[in-house]
Nanobody, 111 residues
Framework: VQLQASGGGLVQPGGSLRLSCAAS????????IGWFRQAPGKDREGVAC????????YYSDSVKGRCTIFTDNAKNMVHLQMNSLKPEDTAVYYC?????WGQGTQVTVSS
């Protein structure tokens, strides 16, 4: 199982970013793939999750209404579109499936 996250960066408050997770090594449709984040000094928390074959989606209250998780099934990729970003969204973002973690991508929201 390999999960490769990308798309992080520095953005001003109110801005947008799209994170991407390239998944390989397992049947893409069959397992939930989630985005998690960990801010300095805080526990890792779940942000959003999707099961590609079912279309079931979960958002944490902290991002609901501001983020959209969606897949590109042809490319085995999961994207997290984040809008109206806030400084408290600053964290390292990770994708996870079946207990496997990809490397994180840093998101920094600052003016």
């Amino acid at each position: 199982v390999q999960l490769q996250a990308s798309g992080g960066g520095l953005v001003q408050p109110g801005g947008s970013l799209r994170l991407s997770c390239a998944a390989s090594g397992f049947p893409f449709d069959d397992y939930a793939i989630g985005w998690f984040r960990q801010a300095p000094g805080k526990d890792r928390e779940g942000v959003a999750c999707i099961t590609p074959g079912l279309g079931s989606i979960y958002y944490s209250d902290s991002v609901k209404g501001r983020c959209t998780i969606f897949t590109d099934n042809a490319k085995n990729m999961v994207h997290l579109q984040m809008n109206s970003l806030k400084p408290e969204d600053t964290a390292v973002y990770y994708c996870n499936s079946r207990g496997f973690w990809g490397q994180g991508t840093q998101v920094t929201v600052s003016s």
